[in-house]
């Protein structure tokens, strides 16, 4: 028979709860209750009962409080937390400390009875599982630490295997070198400790990777020493055995049942080897992205617009620090972001042929020697890490910097004259270009006005008609097309702008040029 406790400060709902429904009829017998918190917490660490009824505000100490608690002293047996706050950030607080249910006040009687009834199916699917350690015995022993490790194993009781210890944590290694043929070094034979009937430690390969399951708390600290030792040295000796291995470990854990967390933790970052520095021949579960920041970052067409548009403006305005700043917040984000590897790889190759795209058709007249297309993606998805790929973009914008760099600019002001000269078409606006040179776009403005002699909105207006001008003289474009193309998106402001400065319309004066050259 499973055992019950009920702990809640009103006694009217302890005795309801008792006779809301036929405890026994699904196998249940109730062996205690309680009014407050305090009380609670002791029959639970002391009885152990299968199943505990908690009402979430109790006297002394709070029901999530005393299931926290009970957690924390090894208590596995079944919650049911009971509120009448509906609140969903309580149903969250629950399942964070191990409450397998929450359901909220008046308790529906169908509703209780259902949940007993399938905690009842849970415990009594974990004692045959239990029965069923005695085929796991018959297991190979790599198979069950592969269990283990991965979270698949329902062992509860391993002590004659000789893995149960007090602490544990999971390495993993590989190859440093992605071209090297096979590892000339074993990891565990590093840590230069006696491994007797594997007391200090278990190894098996997953997915062509040595892993090690650390055990015991000497073992932890030879470990660490080992790590120690490394981090004092900055980086590996050349033909010193760390110089051939990448290790990657999850935290300690005190359960076997937790060993798949540090595992998960060591893979993660084995896949996420992609964002580790030159140079870097370890990554431990502390530089896994936080709780609060992972996953926050949604690779988008928007995001690639953005990255464009930002990198295409500071190499065009020459700002090498800018552009520094903004590979680096790109860096930044990419490692927080939800996207695996193959799709942040193609993200950069889409960001860099857009940036390509855009510089040619704004200076295509210019020698830049671009690598090609099929160069660019080859070189992009053959990195391994990150960092040589935002090498390669610092590499390549700083040529482009210096390939269309305004030749004749003698200050800041010929260089934004010469980035109008090149962007008149697009939706260019003082508050735009400003932070691009390292101004604010009044200050800006102002000193326009004083060293071109006329305001910037109206040198770009003259920018556009005199492109404007050469259109009609050269093409046979409608003039809402070629409005579009020197930047104006309404035809009929087009036309204000052009017979202000020409004195005519567009048309006459593609009519006028026309009879001129006759």
């Not at 196998?27 to 199943?51: C, R, T, Y």
């Not at 047996?77 to 609140?87: N, Q, R």
């Not at 917040?329 to 190759?349: A, G, H, P, V």
């Not at 020197?486 to 319309?505: A, E, I, L, P, R």
Request: proline share 2%; net charge negative; charged share 30%.
């Amino acid at each position: 028979m499973n055992t019950v406790f009920i702990a809640d400060d009103e006694l009217i709902i302890r005795q309801g709860i008792k006779c809301i429904i036929d405890w026994e009829q699904l196998g249940f017998e109730i062996i205690g209750e309680a009014s407050n918190g305090v009380d609670a917490l002791n029959f639970i660490l002391n009885k152990h009962p299968d199943l505990v009824l908690m009402d979430i505000r109790m006297p002394k100490m709070l029901g999530l409080d005393v299931v926290e608690a009970a957690r924390n002293k090894g208590f596995n047996g079944k919650v049911i937390i009971l509120s009448g706050y509906t609140d969903f950030k309580y149903a969250q607080a629950a399942i964070k400390n191990g409450v397998d249910y929450y359901l909220t006040k008046p308790i529906d009687e169908d509703e209780l009875y259902e949940t007993v009834d399938s905690i009842r199916s849970q415990i009594s699917k974990e004692a045959e599982d239990k029965e069923t350690l005695s085929t796991y015995r018959d297991k190979a022993k790599s198979m069950i630490l592969f269990d283990i490790l991965t979270g698949t194993s329902t062992i509860n009781n391993i002590d004659d295997m000789n893995i149960d210890a007090d602490i544990y944590q999971v390495v993993i290694y590989e190859k440093y070198s992605h071209h090297a043929t096979e590892l000339p070094y074993k990891f565990s034979d590093l840590l230069k400790v006696t491994n007797k009937r594997n007391s200090s430690y278990e190894s098996i390969e997953i997915d062509q990777n040595e892993v090690i399951l650390l055990k015991g708390a000497f073992t932890l600290h030879k470990f660490q020493e080992f790590l120690d030792h490394y981090n004092r040295e900055q980086k590996p000796q050349e033909n010193s055995p760390l110089d051939s291995l990448f290790i990657a470990y999850g935290s300690e854990v005190h359960s076997i049942e937790d060993v798949h967390i540090s595992y998960q933790q060591a893979h993660k970052l084995l896949q996420r080897r992609f964002f580790c520095e030159d140079k870097q021949h370890t990554i431990g579960w502390d530089e896994l992205p936080k709780e609060e920041y992972e996953n926050t970052y949604d690779i988008s067409d928007e995001h690639l617009q953005e990255y464009c548009e930002k990198l295409t403006g500071y190499i065009q305005a020459s700002k090498r620090n800018q552009i520094a700043e903004t590979l680096h917040e790109l860096e930044r984000n990419l490692f927080y972001s939800t996207s695996d590897i193959s799709r942040i790889k193609l993200f950069l190759t889409d960001l860099y042929l857009s940036i390509k795209e855009k510089i040619s058709h704004l200076y295509h007249n210019a020698n830049i020697p671009f690598p090609g297309n099929t160069e660019i993606i080859d070189y992009i998805g053959d990195k391994y890490y990150l960092y040589e790929i935002m090498l390669y973009f610092t590499e390549q914008f700083d040529m482009i910097t210096r390939t269309i760099g305004n030749p004749t600019s003698e200050g800041v002001m010929d260089d934004i004259i010469h980035y109008i000269e090149h962007n008149y078409m697009d939706n260019i606006k003082l508050e735009n270009i400003a932070p691009l040179f390292g101004y604010n776009s009044s200050y800006l403005g102002k000193i326009f006005n004083k060293k071109v002699g006329e305001g910037f909105n109206v040198f770009v207006d003259k920018v556009r008609i005199k492109h404007s001008k050469e259109l009609l003289l050269t093409t046979d474009l409608k003039v809402y097309e070629i409005a579009e193309k020197v930047g104006y998106k309404n035809v009929d402001y087009f036309h204000t702008k052009f017979k202000k400065y020409v004195k005519m319309s567009p048309a006459e004066f593609r009519k006028k040029s026309k009879i001129e050259r006759i």
